[in-house]
């Protein structure tokens, strides 16, 4: 694929499926982009999930050693790894 010559067909097919009214060939087409589209929203989601939970855990996380100055630890001591 490095000729001009071999990429010219491939160039025009691509163009000319952008400049017609109907971007998808067959139904297949159609169902393979709902399905990329469904997973790029799932991705994006789940970025907002992790962004969102950084955030409550860096609030949490200043309140949390607010309350160790104070004395207080928070959750419970785990007895088994005492000697």
């Not at 001009?4 to 097919?13: K, S, T, Y």
């Not at 952008?18 to 997973?39: E, G, I, Y």
Request: one cysteine or more; aromatic letters at 8%; glycine letters at 4%.
């Amino acid at each position: 694929m490095d000729n001009p010559e071999e990429l010219q067909p491939i160039v025009e097919e691509v163009l000319g499926k952008l400049k017609s009214s109907q971007p998808f060939q067959s139904t297949w087409d159609t169902a393979a982009f709902v399905v990329f589209l469904t997973f790029v929203g799932t991705v994006l989601l789940l970025l907002l999930f992790v962004c969102i939970h950084c955030c409550c855990c860096r609030h949490r996380s200043s309140r949390s050693q607010v309350n160790v100055k104070k004395g207080r630890s928070m959750g419970v001591d785990n007895l088994a790894l005492e000697p």
